[in-house]
């Protein structure tokens, strides 16, 4: 899964790899442990247009009466994305993607300990990992809300975690964002082992509350 994440650079910045337009509403500065619920920052097209654009995250099917009216949904699992009720439209109309710095995991440690690890990419790009995203409406109240797409784990991420984000390269975009046509089943795959480098970090990032570029230092 992917439970959180880090943004290390202005939204400017992180629009510029996707030639994407930064709305005047996206948080201003880095945050080095985005958790669920937080609003992030996903790029759309539509009309020729990549739009870099604030979402909750947390997807909301449309029959949720209240933002907390059933299970939160932060992630969707590739092999079932296209026939869950709660998914399935967004599969085939909205999909997004969601720029990261890097991403943190879990492993479990002696008498149960929580290891956190952050993974980035090898190059030092940013990540982007392939999303879904949805506008939810009640009782006058509205959120833009999205989920991250994971899949089975590379053999590298498997040391730590059975599953990982679907994280697509810059020729693989369009196809996503609905820009190239049909196919974009087809990239929902674990990432080539090299891309990704793996770091242990301190237990500081298993506080939601904690946060700063120490989180991501290794040790």
Same mark, same amino acid.
């Given at each position: 899964?992917? +439970?959180?994440? =880090?943004?290390?650079?202005? $939204?400017?910045?992180?629009?510029?790899?996707?030639?994407?337009?930064? &709305?005047? #509403?996206? @948080?201003?500065?880095? %945050?080095?442990?985005?958790?669920?619920? #937080?609003?992030?920052?996903?790029?759309? @097209?539509?009309?020729?247009?990549?739009?870099? *654009?604030?979402?909750?995250?947390?997807?909301?099917?449309?029959?949720?009466?209240?933002?907390?009216?059933?299970?939160?949904?932060?992630?969707?699992? =590739?092999?079932?994305?296209?026939?869950?009720?709660? !998914?399935?439209?967004?599969?085939?109309?909205?999909?997004?993607?969601?720029? $990261? @710095?890097?991403?943190?995991?879990?492993?479990? &440690?002696?008498?149960? =300990? *929580?290891?956190?690890?952050?993974? @980035? *990419?090898? %190059?030092?790009?940013?990540?982007? !990992?392939?999303?879904?995203?949805? %506008?939810?409406?009640? #009782?006058?109240?509205?959120?833009?809300?999205?989920?991250?797409?994971?899949?089975?784990?590379?053999?590298?991420?498997?040391?730590?975690?059975?599953?990982?984000?679907?994280?697509?390269?810059? =020729? #693989?975009?369009?196809?996503?964002?609905?820009?190239?046509?049909?196919?974009?089943?087809?990239?929902?795959?674990?990432? %080539?082992? &090299?891309?990704?480098?793996?770091?242990?970090?301190?237990?500081?990032?298993?506080?939601?509350?904690?946060? +700063?570029?120490?989180?991501?230092?290794?040790?």
């Amino acid at each position: 899964m992917c +439970g959180r994440f =880090a943004i290390t650079m202005p $939204a400017e910045a992180m629009a510029e790899p996707f030639e994407a337009v930064p &709305g005047n #509403d996206l @948080s201003g500065g880095p %945050d080095f442990n985005i958790c669920p619920t #937080d609003m992030v920052a996903a790029v759309t @097209s539509a009309g020729g247009l990549r739009r870099l *654009r604030p979402m909750r995250w947390g997807f909301l099917p449309h029959w949720y009466k209240t933002p907390t009216d059933g299970p939160l949904l932060i992630n969707a699992r =590739a092999d079932t994305l296209a026939h869950k009720p709660a !998914f399935a439209a967004a599969a085939r109309q909205r999909r997004c993607l969601i720029p $990261a @710095s890097g991403f943190y995991e879990w492993q479990t &440690g002696p008498q149960g =300990a *929580r290891l956190p690890w952050y993974i @980035s *990419r090898s %190059d030092g790009a940013p990540l982007a !990992f392939a999303a879904i995203w949805q %506008d939810w409406e009640r #009782d006058g109240h509205s959120l833009t809300t999205c989920a991250i797409v994971t899949t089975g784990a590379n053999a590298r991420m498997a040391e730590i975690h059975t599953r990982m984000p679907v994280i697509l390269e810059p =020729a #693989d975009w369009p196809l996503w964002l609905g820009e190239a046509g049909h196919g974009a089943a087809l990239l929902m795959r674990p990432a %080539d082992e &090299g891309g990704v480098q793996l770091h242990r970090v301190g237990t500081a990032v298993n506080s939601t509350r904690a946060d +700063g570029p120490e989180l991501i230092e290794p040790i």
